[in-house]
């Protein structure tokens, strides 16, 4: 025994690499899509069915060790990443259930669905540890390792603590925690109708359950085409939305410090930028496919996923050039992650890595389109902002590459709405007007960073001209680009409207009581303003 405890106490001293830990969990999830696709004894499986089948056991199997890992945490007082070398061996444990059912059934798996119960014949499954199951679905290597992991881990807390209780009540809770996972799509539809209704939480039937996730409606313009996993596909879009949740708060327990340097260093106007840019390619989607604006609870859950992918591959593309400009930013932004010490070099990587690997992910739910829009984004803002090319440190060239990221964001609203997923049929008269207006006005970012930016030998207009004649030379490209509007769009309606936001955004540039850190918002508020004259008079 004392050997045991001096493993435990040696494990939770064992510092272990987060990105490492998540491409051991891949490759487990990869092996455990092996076995079930490939090795056991099943019917052939599309590729949009694969890739849903891996999904899911991504998300599911990460959402429980969370939970448990999260539990853990609370029930040893320590910080989660104490844990990380621990948990790695519960990965493991998601390759028994398959390997056991293979081993008692002669090569088959059998067939483990969620339960899909009512309120009380879900309790009654809960007491009797996944008893009174309907005919046809059986968990046995599932029950086995849920069981087995409950155990393991209540074994573990008395070990550390030497309190029953703790042990009791690990165990109830992890057996809570899995079982709930187990029966996620009930509980969820129960939630949902407790919230939004119609009917009674006593009016449930298994069948409402499966009707509610199974229906094989669109998504805006998106149609999976398997009816069988439509459950699972549609579930993916609130697993996602959880697991982004549940690491937060994991993030938050294991140091309010970094959480917090991170929320502060989002940049919100970039966020706002980037959420208006996905909404406009989803309106001018609309404007193409009328049909497809049927928003719906899972078409809005749609849009949460891919906003919530947006977000973190900014998140991801700013550590990336944090990383880079780590010179610059001790002269003009010290308050960021990196030069006020509040992260290490290699964290913050691994941060960025996770963010990355979370966006690519968050897409795929939705769609592979989605996930490689999100891939080139991150392509884009690596040759941007990394050496060997460093392109940032070109003018026009470091604008041009920044304009078309951002129309990937435009492309991932478009296509969500398009049929097909296509964006042959978005106006090439757009892109073009908004590849230019980005090119030439995008250096607005640069004025708060010049003398970083001077410094670190980045070429930006500020850097070239010097403060005063560069605000000169983005203003009356900002007010080229309101003009240029009216002539790509071919409405003369526009011409006064663009002159006046044009004129007012030249001004407030070019004053020099507008402090560079507030140039953006005011911009921003400009151009949004002049957006919406721009759909009501073109569009509507």
């Known amino acids: 025994m004392k050997k045991i405890e001096a493993a435990l106490h040696d494990a939770l001293e064992k510092k272990f690499n987060l990105v490492l830990w998540a491409v051991i ?58 844990l990380t070398y621990l948990l790695t061996f519960a990965v493991v444990l998601i390759l ?76 109830i809770v992890a057996y809570s925690l899995l079982f709930s996972m187990g029966a996620f799509p009930s509980l969820f539809y129960y939630a949902y109708v407790f919230v939004f209704g119609p009917g009674r939480l006593s009016d449930i039937r298994s069948f409402t359950i499966a009707g509610f996730f199974g229906a094989p409606e669109k998504i805006f313009g998106v149609v999976f085409p398997s009816f069988g996993y439509t459950l699972a596909y549609k579930l993916d879009y609130v697993y996602f939305l959880c697991l982004l949740l549940l690491l937060a708060v994991l993030f938050w327990r294991g140091s309010r410090k970094k959480f917090l340097a991170v929320v502060k260093n989002l940049r919100l106007p970039q966020i706002v930028f980037h959420a208006g840019l996905f909404f406009i390619g989803m309106g001018l989607g609309f404007l193409r496919y009328p049909n497809n604006f049927q928003p719906d609870f899972f078409s809005i859950l749609a849009v949460l996923v891919l906003l919530a992918s947006v977000f973190l591959s900014w998140i991801a593309s700013v550590v990336v050039n944090d990383i880079y400009d780590l010179e610059v930013d001790r002269i003009s932004n010290p308050d960021r992650p990196l030069p006020s010490g509040v992260f290490a070099q290699t964290d913050y990587v691994q941060f960025g890595w996770i963010c990355f690997f979370l966006a690519v992910f968050g897409g795929l739910s939705v769609g592979p389109i989605f996930a490689v829009f999100l891939a080139v984004y991150q392509a884009l803002a690596w040759v941007y902002s990394a050496p060997p090319m460093r392109l940032k440190k070109f003018p026009v060239i470091a604008t041009f590459i920044s304009a078309v990221t951002l129309l990937m964001i435009l492309f991932l609203g478009y296509v969500l709405v398009s049929d097909g997923q296509t964006i042959h049929t978005l106006s090439s008269s757009i892109i073009l007007l908004l590849l230019i207006t980005y090119t030439i006005s995008l250096p607005i970012k640069d004025f708060k960073d010049l003398a970083g930016d001077r410094a670190g030998g980045l070429w930006t207009w500020p850097v070239i001209l010097g403060e005063k004649k560069a605000r000169l030379l983005v203003a009356v490209s900002l007010f080229v680009s309101y003009i240029l509007s009216v002539f790509f769009l071919g409405n003369l309606r526009l011409f006064w409207w663009a002159l006046l936001f044009g004129t007012l955004t030249y001004l407030v540039v070019n004053s020099e009581k507008t402090k560079p850190r507030q140039l953006f918002w005011r911009v921003l508020v400009l151009v949004a303003a002049y957006g919406i004259i721009l759909v009501k008079i073109v569009f509507l």
């Open 96 to 171: 028994a259930p398959s390997l056991i059912d293979m081993l008692q059934n002669h090569g088959q798996i059998y067939w483990s669905f969620y339960l899909l119960s009512d309120p009380k014949l879900l309790f009654r499954q809960y007491i009797t540890i996944f008893g009174n199951l309907p005919s046809g679905i059986v968990y046995f290597g599932t029950r086995i390792v849920f069981v087995a992991a409950v155990l393991v881990l209540a074994f573990f807390v008395w070990l550390a603590t030497k309190k029953i209780w703790k042990a009791v009540l690990g165990a």
């Open 25 to 82: 969990f891949l490759a487990t999830i990869f092996l455990r899509s092996f076995v079930e696709q490939v090795l056991a004894l099943s019917a052939p499986t599309t590729s949009a069915e694969t890739i849903v089948n891996f999904l899911q056991n991504f998300y599911f199997f990460l959402l429980a060790i969370l939970l448990l890992w999260l539990l853990l945490s609370v029930l040893l007082s320590v910080r989660p990443q104490k």
